[in-house]
């Protein structure tokens, strides 16, 4: 199987570092030209610089926070307004661990905006050019936490109503040839996975490395993933083989949930 994602135009969001940047190179490979939307731009100089050299394929970056949806409505409205994006990933940091009763309003809002409000304003964004071309793919990065609740980790349960939201636009969407998925990756090898844990460690007054490995033993494959394992399902959602997939949930955990 060969995918191939030449002539097409990808916005990858979060793609500086994680498992937005493997899906970022995954999709240079395959032959997509990528757009990366980030929050600091150092690290998306880097990485342009790295898919140029996989493949000139006109690359760009836009510097911007997801938490700040008027900036997201603005650049909806003027940079993407012409470029013609095939393949949409909505991705961004989860929240880091809290006690649910004791989160703050702010915090509240701050993530609705950064993980719906923003998601939404750009699949509205995009949705426009692909009702034209009759073609399209929507691949939200979301997490287990739209399966099973994950404790200390409350402002999560954003990202269910998020993937509730896009199986309804998965059927409205669908006459026109775009399709909408959601990837809920498990524990994976990230620093958004490194900064998770080293709070809890502190909590329980244990070493990370002990955390690190009581998750390794409740996973299946009794080991972390990858950001690459997440990119190619992702590569293989947004090509052509994928075209009968859509409103679908699919887990990348490595065997971690307990529920089917």
Known sequence: MNIDLSNKRALVCGGSHGIGRAIAIQFAKCGCSVIILARNEDPLV?????????KINKHKYIVADLSDYKEIERIANNELESCSIDILIN????????????IKIEEITSSFHQHFISSFILIAAVVK?????????????????????ILDLGLSSVKAMIANYTKILSKELGEFGITVNNVLPGPTKTNELNKITRIIASKEEITINEFENIIIKETALKRLGNPEEIAYAVAFLASEYASFITGSNLIIDGGYMSGI
Do not use: D
């Open 46 to 54: 880097n990485l342009i610089n790295e898919l140029n050299s996989i």
């Open 91 to 102: 991705n961004s940091s989860g929240p880091l661990p809290e006690i649910i009763s004791e």
């Open 129 to 149: 050019y692909m009702k034209i071309k009759r073609s399209g793919r929507i691949i939200n990065i979301l997490g287990t936490s739209v399966k099973e609740p």
